[in-house]
T-cell receptor, first 115, second 113 residues
């Protein structure tokens, strides 16, 4: 069974640009969450989508946005990039049966460098 | 109140020894406590998880000890192996329908051969 696939794996952007990251969840998984990982702040929750609806949102500015498609694939977008946005962006998916089995499976991440 | 404090930041253990990583939380509404293991270049992977209705959970060499009254939980790795060298994160969340995890800052474990 294929895992969570994130593309691109690495990318370099300059300040002011925007970026779109893609995530394909495990087949059958309907919930997709996004996290930002930095050495200083660790793993921080960005947002979570379920059935194309944002179900939860972290404390990030509006420059960070996301969406989920009908096939559960998800994208996140960061506009007007700042140096501090350099991070590993992790996508995670879950089967979400609503039974309390909160097992998140993470992808390998997209490493964004902002120059 | 939403923080999960993790210690130590780094840990060096001899092969065969016991690795212990501690986490503490303030929010008593947290009801799910997973531990994740991350190798360089990889995403975190679920290692073991516990809910507050049990005080201990064991899976192979990995054990979570949970102290509800102290609001603390810890990961014990018995018979630590060089292959266990990785970064470990504790986390906490509220409710069964959310994936908004609050992660600890991570512990970099190195097991010496």
């Amino acid at each position: 069974k294929a895992g969570v696939t994130q593309t691109p794996r690495y990318l370099i952007k300059t300040r002011g640009q925007q970026v779109t990251l893609s995530c394909s969840p495990i087949s059958g998984h309907r919930s997709v969450s996004w996290y930002q990982q930095t050495p200083g702040q660790g793993l921080q929750f960005l947002f979570e989508y379920f059935s194309e609806t944002q179900r939860n949102k972290g404390n990030f500015p509006g420059r960070f946005s996301g969406r989920q498609f009908s096939n559960s694939r998800s994208e996140m977008n960061v506009s007007t990039l700042e140096l501090g946005d350099s991070a590993l962006y992790l996508c995670a998916s879950s089967l979400d049966r609503g039974t309390g089995a909160n097992v998140l499976t993470f992808g390998a991440g997209s490493r964004l460098t902002v120059l | 109140q939403q923080q999960v404090k993790q210690s130590p930041q780094s840990l060096i253990v001899q092969k065969g020894g016991i690795s212990i990583i501690n986490c503490a939380y303030e929010n008593t509404a947290f009801d799910y406590f997973p531990w994740y293991q991350q190798f360089p270049g990889k995403g975190p992977a679920l290692l073991i998880a516990i809910r507050p209705d049990v005080s201990e959970k064991k899976e192979g060499r990995f054990t979570i000890s949970f102290n509800k009254s102290a609001k603390q939980f810890s990961l014990h790795i018995m018979d630590s192996q060089p292959g266990d060298s990785a970064t470990y994160f504790c986390a906490a969340s509220i409710g069964s329908g959310t994936y908004k995890y609050i992660f600890g800052t991570g512990t970099r474990l190195k097991v010496l051969a």
